[in-house]
């Protein structure tokens, strides 16, 4: 049976089953997934093929970087189809054209800076663009700062540090940026996403969130942010709690909730329609993508795993005619 996700005239499909991998191929996981100007699909996972590429009917293309990355955790398409891939166990962000030649370097591989001294990086998580090809980074799990590089790879600023106050951060997860230069940073474990101007300049939060982990911001004149939010700890008493996660949420351009998709809705309903949506993308045609690190979140919780076979770590969820596209 077809599972499908709804809240108000926001419907979709779920296809679980999307993306056919070669014989013997399995993702291990799905950290982040991205997409091209001609609706390829890129899917940066943890397993023994990093980068596997498909067309948007989910046709194997090509895969690459086998043996080049430690922890893959972080993807971000460019305007020219670059892909910027932030390694969070090589602690170094890189870029490199569709077919995976290297193009840019920033980091130094397996050469971390120091815990908390807010020097890049140490175990960076993500990468976002802006209208100017300045490339931010959110850096992230040994550190409490983004970073704002030139296009060349050249350290222009940085801001951020531990804390709870307004430009202070509790886990820098994700970011991205829109047309006008904004940027919008997923400070996880704050539960909220915080919104600077280019400069690192606090300019507000949206809160309402538990836990944001995917972030992806689609369209330009209506957009739309798609926050991927993680439910409870393993070791919180709340895990199996209702209205918190694991769930997908739509947001406008000012922050305000349109939809949240696979929340558990009342205390009988016990299942999410997602482990740990850490990678959300958008196709031209309003279809979600949505990678999960579910072999890490489900061993967490004490599930047996078969060794030889991944749980769901990539879905698709395919729009019905009432959603409207931005």
């Given at each position: 049976m077809t599972a499908v996700l709804e809240d108000g005239p926001f419907r979709y499909r779920v296809d679980a089953t999307w993306g056919r991998l070669p014989d013997g191929w399995r993702y291990g996981e799905v950290a982040a997934v991205g997409v091209d100007s001609k609706d390829n699909v890129y899917v940066f996972a943890r397993g023994d093929h990093p980068m596997i590429v498909f067309d948007r009917d989910g046709n194997f293309l090509r895969s690459w970087g086998e043996g080049l990355f430690r922890q893959p955790h972080g993807l971000h398409v460019g305007p020219d189809d670059s892909l910027y891939c932030t390694d969070e166990g090589d602690h170094t962000v890189r870029r490199f054209s569709p077919d995976g030649r290297l193009e840019l370097e920033i980091g130094v591989p397996g050469a971390p800076a120091p815990v908390l001294s807010g020097d890049p990086f140490h175990r960076c998580t993500h990468t976002a663009l802006s209208p100017a090809l300045d490339i931010y980074v959110a850096d992230g799990y040994g550190n409490a700062r983004v970073h704002k590089y030139a296009p060349n790879g050249k350290l222009l600023a940085s801001w951020g540090?531990?804390?709870?106050?307004?430009?202070?951060?509790?886990?820098?997860?994700?970011?991205?940026?829109?047309?006008?230069?904004?940027?919008?940073?997923?400070?996880?474990?704050?539960?909220?996403?915080q919104v600077f101007d280019g400069n690192g300049a606090y300019a507000g939060q949206w809160n309402n969130l538990h836990r944001p982990?995917?972030?992806?911001?689609?369209?330009?004149?209506?957009?739309?942010?798609?926050v991927g939010e993680l439910g409870p700890g393993v070791q919180f008493s709340n895990r199996d709690w209702p209205g918190?996660?694991?769930?997908?949420?739509?947001?406008?351009?000012?922050?305000?909730?349109?939809a949240r998709l696979g929340d558990r809705r009342s205390p009988t309903v016990r299942d999410s329609?997602?482990?740990?949506?850490?990678?959300?993308?958008?196709?031209?045609?309003?279809?979600?993508?949505?990678?999960?690190?579910?072999?890490?979140?489900?061993?967490?919780?004490?599930?047996?795993?078969?060794?030889?076979?991944?749980?769901?770590?990539?879905?698709?969820?395919?729009?019905?005619?009432?959603?409207?596209?931005?």
């Open positions: 540090k531990p804390g709870t106050a307004p430009g202070e951060f509790n886990i820098v997860h994700n970011v991205c940026c829109d047309g006008d230069g904004w940027v919008y940073v997923a400070d996880r474990e704050n539960h909220r996403i982990c995917g972030l992806c911001l689609h369209g330009m004149k209506n957009p739309r942010f798609y918190i996660g694991p769930r997908l949420s739509i947001m406008d351009g000012q922050g305000r909730l349109l329609a997602f482990t740990s949506p850490h990678g959300v993308a958008v196709d031209s045609q309003g279809a979600i993508y949505v990678g999960e690190v579910a072999r890490t979140t489900l061993r967490g919780r004490g599930v047996a795993l078969d060794p030889d076979e991944d749980p769901v770590c990539l879905q698709k969820l395919i729009p019905e005619p009432t959603v409207g596209l931005s």
